[in-house]
Every structure is written in C-alpha cells, then in structure tokens.
C-alpha cells in the first residue's frame, strides 16, 4: 500500500550522467521511496528507497544553477527546474528521509536483540489499544469540563434574568404609583442565595495528547517550512521549528479537517469579511493523529478522494476483528499459551520428542501472557470509565438543554414586558 501512495509529485528535470543531458519528467515522493520519470517515454530513470539515502543538498554550479541533490549509495542524483521551487521539494524529502532514518535505527535497534515474538507483537498491539482509549478518555474529560462550563452561565444567565425581573416589576409599578403597590421585592429573610456549581478552571489542565513534527503551508503560500503540531484535548497548536507558536485552533474554532492523503492534511477556520485561517499539515506520523482528530472532529472532518482508500482498509481491518475485543484476545492468550502445554500422552523417546515440538510451538511465554492480561484489564478499566463518563455527559446534555429551554423562554419574556413599557 506505501508503495501505491503518491505523497508528491514535483515536475523537474533529471541529470543522465551517461549520457550527458537533462531529461524533463516528474520526481515522486512516497512513505518509503523517491522515483523519477520521464515525461515523454514514461521510462522510470531513478528509483531508490529513503532507507538508503545518505545525504541532501542545495547545490550549483557554473554548470548547474540551482540545484537538488541525493547522495544514494555513493550515487549522486541532480535534479533542477523544481517547480514551485527548491525549498519546497528540499524540505519535504529532508523530512521524510529523516523520519525514515529514525524507523530504520529503531528498527535496527530491535533486530539487534532477541528475535520478536508473537507474543511481543501482541503486547506491542495491545498497548498501541490502550493508549489509544487513553487519548480518547483525556477528549472526553474536556469535553466534560466544557459542559460544566457551559451550565454555569447558564446558570449565570438565569440568576441575570431574576434581576432583570425584579427590575421590571419595579418600572412597571413603582412605589409612587398611587393604583399599585407591587414593590421591589428582596429575597426573604433567611433565604439562602442561589448555589452556583463550582467549576474548576481548566486553562492549565490542557493536556498534551500528540506532538509530530510537520511541514507547514500557509494559506494559498507556495513556501513551505518545518514545524511542529500539537495535538491538544481541547484543539490544536501548530508552531515553527523554533516552537513558536503560530495559531492555536480551538476545537470550536476549527469549521473543516480535509485529509487529502494519509500523511497530509488541512485545517480551517472561516471569517467573514476578512480572510480565513488555513494551514497544510504534511508529515510522516500524520497517520498515527488521524485517528485521534476522527474523535475530536468527528462532524468536521472529511477525507478526500485520495485518502478514501486508506480509510476504507483501516475500516476493512477493524471488521476483520471481530465484534468483540476482549473475548478474542483473551481466547487468544490462552490458545497460545495452553499450545505447548498439553499433557504427553506417549512416554520414553517419542514423548520427549513430543514435547520438543510443542515447546517450539509456544508462542506466547507466561510472562508475555501475565502482561497481556493485565493490559486487557487496563482496557476493561479504561472502557468502563468512559461508559461512565458518556453517561454523565448524557445527563448533562439533557440538564443543558432544559437550562437553556428556561433562559430562552425568560428572555422573550423579558423582552415582551420591556416593549410594553416603551
């Protein structure tokens, strides 16, 4: 599937050393390689993997003015006539070739070692799982702290509203007024003043979920620059390479999240009468957040034509899983664990012989299993906090709407009695 993903394609001309001539084409980055082709043939002339670069540079010379080359295996590559320009193909292939060496190391890192086994890999899942409803559960515990927000002014408005109609009342008849005697009435004698609910301020309770590094565009702006975004509960913040911030999108603020590839995305936010907010976000960890902006922005978000197919694979492995999580990993782990574990009923050299091969059967140790377990009860924990936490939203939500039924029907009260009195 990397492989059939088109990140970017840049016309520009290529250097055939042999033969001593620029070819016109197309220069194509993907997650994992860079091609070059021909624009009249069609004949693929450069292919080369990421892995295998050792160096990009911005070169020129009296022959060659303005310039990109890539140092793959002792083979230099030029390539000029980039169009928009230079910088831009220069800092998307840095990028990606620098997130490319980073996976390679780790991986290098891991192969150095024992060998992984199923039972790692699994753990390996399980725990990728676990964070997930972790930064789904941190979402839902702002989005919590905003509905408490949201019924303290209404509660705010409501205390407003008995005022103004203490007010009124006053104007409508006042003390004065020898045909009426409807006073300004205090509250009673003993009569303990309205309770507001306590909100705790969660201005410094703004947890980090994801930081990836990013290429930014801006607005229509053909120039790109490094970057970072953050991936907050209650937004997002992209920031330059200095980690300066540049915008902060709250998640009210945010009207559409295109994604045009899996590792490219758009963020906006409109104005009237004056320009909208909107930034390009191109990165090679954008597919571990888009899942995570799916539950912030669930009702902005769109994927384009492109990133479709990635979206319906994802999906395509998801209902491979099966309907329920937990009883199949959990028949899993035992089935893995009870593999090489089943009495022999032979003896002698045929038994031990047996057992050698159900020993190399074992897939998952003990230990692999006992870590996985206590996973799966972290999930189960994580799964009932947040049916309980959605609960209370619910109950909120419903409390929310009969505050603001109340407001609105005091309001054009109001409204009424102040037009009578003009």
Not at 50 to 56: A, H, M, N
Not at 152 to 168: P, Q, T
């Amino acid at each position: 599937m990397n492989e059939d993903i088109r990140i970017h394609t840049w016309p520009c001309s290529y250097y055939i050393n042999s033969e001593k001539r620029w070819v016109p084409g197309k220069l194509s980055l993907t997650p994992i390689s860079v091609r070059f082709t021909a624009d009249k043939s069609g004949e693929l002339l450069a292919s080369f993997h990421l892995s295998g670069i050792s160096e990009i540079k911005k070169e020129s010379s009296h022959f060659i003015f303005s310039s990109l080359t890539v140092l793959e295996h002792g083979t230099k590559h030029w390539f000029s006539s980039l169009q928009p320009n230079r910088n831009v193909v220069f800092n998307v292939l840095e990028h990606f070739w620098r997130e490319q060496l980073l996976c390679t190391a780790g991986a290098g890192a891991q192969a150095s070692g024992l060998p992984t086994s199923k039972g790692k890999e699994m753990t390996g899942l399980l725990r990728g799982s676990e964070k997930r409803l972790e930064d789904t559960a941190k979402v839902l515990e702002h989005q919590g702290e905003q509905f408490d927000n949201i019924m303290k002014g209404l509660n705010k408005i409501e205390s407003e509203m008995d005022v103004a109609d203490r007010l009124l009342s006053e104007l409508e008849s006042p003390s004065w007024w020898p045909f009426g005697s409807k006073l300004l009435k205090g509250p009673p004698e003993g009569a303990k003043p309205k309770e507001v609910p306590v909100v705790s301020d969660s201005g410094n309770k703004d947890g980090v979920i994801m930081q990836i590094p990013v290429i930014i565009t801006e607005r229509t702006d053909s120039n790109v620059k490094p970057g970072k975004l953050t991936l907050l509960a209650s937004g997002l913040e992209i920031s330059d390479s200095h980690s300066q911030l540049l915008h902060r999108f709250d998640k009210k603020d945010v009207d559409d999240v295109k994604i045009h590839t899996p590792y490219e995305i758009s963020v906006r936010q409109r104005f009237i009468g004056k320009p909208d907010i909107s930034y390009r976000l191109l990165s090679a960890k954008m597919p571990e957040a888009i899942p995570i902006l799916e539950v912030q922005f669930s009702k902005k978000i769109q994927f384009m034509e492109d990133a479709l197919g990635f979206l319906r694979a994802r999906k395509g492995q998801q209902e491979e899983g099966g309907t329920s999580i937990w009883q199949a990993a959990t028949g899993l782990i035992g089935s893995m664990v009870h593999a090489g574990s089943s009495p022999s009923s032979s003896r002698g050299a045929g038994g031990s012989q047996q057992a050698q091969v159900q020993k190399q059967e074992q897939v998952v140790s003990e230990a692999e299993a006992q870590e996985m377990r206590q996973i799966l009860r972290r999930l189960k924990s994580l799964a009932f906090e947040t049916e309980t936490e959605l609960e209370k939203q619910d109950e909120a939500l419903d409390a929310i709407a009969s505050s603001a039924d109340r407001a609105t029907m005091n309001i054009d009260k109001q409204n009424r009695r102040m037009k009578k009195l003009t």
